[in-house]
């Protein structure tokens, strides 16, 4: 049967059958501004929302790590009804992009709010914002993750696309890590060297991000064409039910969504912790911040392109392997020089440190979003339904379980430690706290993510022997 299905993998490819779609490169780059909107609005959030509720709004880390637990099981129930909705309508606008519209307004407006100091220290003000911010993410987010796999079968094409998306994604990184603390200077020039700026700052950098970033997801509107899409007659029977149901009978996407939880947490824990890091462990200015975060996605700009050839030399499970391994050296030589004193003196070696983990890390986390579309194809190859939308609600599912590690997980450690928001310098036991979750607790996860992807079991070929079935089905 496996050799019946290459055969006709090949004899589509070659053939360039309906569904194997070429893209131009404004099409890719149009669906990369997707990610890179995204980015600057959920990685702001991502990295500095629990320093701003600490150090700014005014909660403890604890009851921020509380609230971050709450609206993450709110997701659990509301993802879900999204993914339904979403394969079972079809808006005049687009069946996935017209959400980058629809979600993408009031997404820009949560974000917004959730800097806003209007209601300071008001734990119900935190939680609407924040919570209507994540359900207007995921109205966002679902559809356009399900959008990849609407825009064509073809392997090769979907590698490219992720490259590039990825490429996006991380120049949205970029802005973010390296570009928030240089603009709260421009809004509050005092003298402080630290991030703890006035909220006025915060709730005009967070405006800028948000603007740009919404006019980013309406570029990514107009270049998108669905082609591989489901009939409506074969999507109105879609229930909510059938998300759980896929998880059960569809392996490789069970394995994926283990990867996403450990894949997003320890990224989500290492960037949540980073303004923390170099604050209170090395003392240093918002420059420096400013340099250490942004090297978490300069590698991207690097290696990304590279993906494609780095997959064929040494295939894909292989090039997961090289990247994962590479981020926990890079994690083990961060905390040794910030366990010496003669060496983290030498700021030089911390960058190094911190582009080192950041290159395995961007890589690997980059290229699983290619292996999505590869699972929803699986999913239809097995059971003849191309949910798209369930099958991104369940991976946003743990992608969000992942990054709710990144405000539950410091929130409780830095309580933990006796973190205290007053005071300029901590106790050794809080700064020996905040290099846990820089390091040690982010290698743990990198480690168990290696072992979870050394049980996906699609190849290249098996996927586009899978593509080629059900474009013969069709046909038939």
């Known amino acids: ?278 604050n209170y462990n090395l003392h240093g200015s918002a420059d420096q911040l400013s340099i250490f975060m942004g090297l978490g996605s300069i590698p991207a700009f690097i290696f990304m392109p590279m993906i494609p050839k780095i997959k064929r030399m040494v295939g894909k499970k292989g090039m997961f392997y090289i990247f994962l391994m590479t981020a926990v050296i890079g994690m083990g030589l961060l905390y040794m020089i910030s366990m010496i004193d003669a060496l983290k003196e030498h700021m030089w070696l911390v960058y190094v440190a911190q582009f080192i983990k950041s290159t395995g890390i961007i890589v690997a986390t980059g290229y699983m979003w290619a292996l999505v579309p590869e699972v929803i194809s699986y999913g239809e190859y097995t059971h003849g339904k191309r949910i798209s939308g369930i099958v991104n609600a369940l991976t946003g599912i743990f992608y969000k379980a992942g990054m709710a590690l990144g405000g539950v997980v410091p929130g409780l450690v830095l309580q933990f430690v006796h973190f205290d928001m007053e005071a300029p310098v901590q106790t050794p036991f809080a700064e020996q706290g905040i290099l846990w979750l820089v390091s040690v607790i982010p290698a743990v996860l990198l480690l168990l993510a290696m072992f979870i992807i050394s049980k996906y079991e699609l190849d290249d070929d098996r996927i586009d022997s899978i593509n080629a079935e059900i474009e013969r089905r069709h046909k038939a």
């Open 1 to 278: 049967m496996d050799t019946q299905l290459t055969m006709n993998g090949n004899n589509a490819a070659a053939a360039g059958s309906k569904g194997f779609y070429k893209l131009g490169w404004t099409q890719r780059i149009g669906f990369g501004a997707g990610d890179l909107a995204q980015n600057l609005i959920y990685q702001t959030i991502s990295m500095y929302l629990l320093f701003f509720y600490t150090n700014v709004y005014g909660l403890e880390p604890a009851v921020a790590a509380i609230m971050f637990l709450i609206v993450r099981i709110v997701d659990v129930i509301w993802d879900p009804l999204v993914g339904t909705f979403v394969d079972k309508h079809d808006p005049k606008l687009g069946k996935y992009r017209a959400y980058l519209v629809l979600g993408g307004i009031p997404l820009t407006g949560f974000a917004i709010l959730c800097f806003w100091n209007g209601f300071s220290g008001s734990l119900l003000y935190a939680y609407v914002t924040y919570v209507g911010l994540s359900m207007c993410y995921t109205l966002v987010n679902v559809p356009y993750g399900a959008l990849n796999a609407s825009l064509t079968r073809d392997t090769n094409e979907i590698t490219i696309l992720t490259s590039v998306r990825m490429f996006m994604a991380n120049v949205g990184g970029l802005a973010v890590g390296m570009g928030i603390p240089i603009i709260l200077k421009i809004f509050d020039p005092s003298e402080t060297t630290d991030l703890s700026s006035s909220d006025s700052a915060w709730f005009i950098t967070m405006t800028i991000y948000g603007v740009i970033g919404l006019a980013l997801l309406i570029f990514c509107f107009t270049q998108c064409r669905e082609r591989v899409v489901m009939d409506k007659s074969e999507t109105e029977n879609v229930k909510v039910s059938d998300l759980w149901l896929e998880f059960v009978r569809n392996k490789p996407l069970r394995v994926l969504a283990f990867f996403f939880i450990t894949a997003f947490g320890l990224m989500a824990i290492s960037n949540s912790a980073g303004a923390y890091y170099i």
